[in-house]
């Protein structure tokens, strides 16, 4: 079998954990569902990042509200601080190999 480790997004403040869990399988599962194929172990990766990435803006606020205001663009720009923070990779190294 196959594992891999997965650290949480760090965020400046937890305000409330409640629903972080529900919200990471939200997004695992509609990140499965949206790709419409037999999921490989690199989409099941992919599924706990953007499960993660959501769960983090669960617990910045109470209820749903941190993460029902969240756009695309900044999913998106969380996506690449959490991409460039798991490689490991100085910033300026990080962006000049994903180019």
């Known amino acids: 079998g196959q594992y891999f480790m997965l650290p949480a997004f760090h965020v400046a403040e937890v305000i409330d954990p409640t ?6 399988a939200g997004g695992f599962f509609g990140y499965l569902a949206g790709n419409g194929k037999r999921p490989t172990i690199e989409h099941l990766k992919e599924a706990c990042v953007y499960g993660c990435l959501l769960a ?9 509200a941190g993460v029902a205001r969240v756009t695309k663009s900044e999913l998106d720009s969380r ?21």
């Open 19 to 24: 629903g972080a869990g529900d919200t990471f």
């Open 56 to 64: 983090s803006y669960t617990v910045q606020d109470f209820g749903v």
């Open 79 to 99: 996506l690449k601080n959490y991409a460039q923070m798991v490689s490991g990779l100085p910033k300026g190294q990080f962006e000049a190999e994903m180019r």
